[in-house]
């Protein structure tokens, strides 16, 4: 029975997927043609999309690790507040920087066990792990 259901969720799963990556190019797309039809520096376009960049893969991949708790409210309080005050501190900090190097955006790496401690102290999984 495990076989079936887990064969059976695969197609499943897989589409959900591919409709993801489809979204994600998508939008990265739209940005691209948003700042290539605005008035903003190549300059500051590199900034911005590296911080967009670097925190999608930073949130992105603490969600994807958390998926047992993708139906679960307060994991998502806890990834929205993590990821407001993550998105107010960079905004104002690429704003008062003249020169922004893209490797400084890998600094908020340092935040994933920043993340994972936040989860552990406010995030409670309903479920039992009993076998």
């Given at each position: ?31 691209a ?13 590199n ?44 905004i ?40």
């Open positions: 029975m495990t076989l079936v259901n887990s064969t059976h969720s695969r197609p499943n799963s897989r589409l959900r997927d591919f409709i993801l990556y489809i979204a994600i190019a998508l939008a990265f797309g739209g940005l043609v948003v700042f290539g039809r605005s008035s903003i520096s190549e300059k500051e376009a900034q911005w999309m590296s911080l967009i960049f670097f925190s999608a893969i930073l949130y992105g991949t603490f969600i994807g690790l958390n998926r047992n708790l993708l139906r679960n409210r307060s994991f998502w309080i806890v990834t929205t507040a993590a990821f407001t005050i993550h998105s107010v501190f960079f104002s900090v690429a704003t008062c920087v003249e020169q922004w190097r893209p490797i400084w955006s890998a600094v908020m790496f340092f935040e994933a066990p920043l993340l994972d401690f936040m989860k552990a102290k406010c995030v409670h999984s309903r479920r039992t792990h009993a076998r």
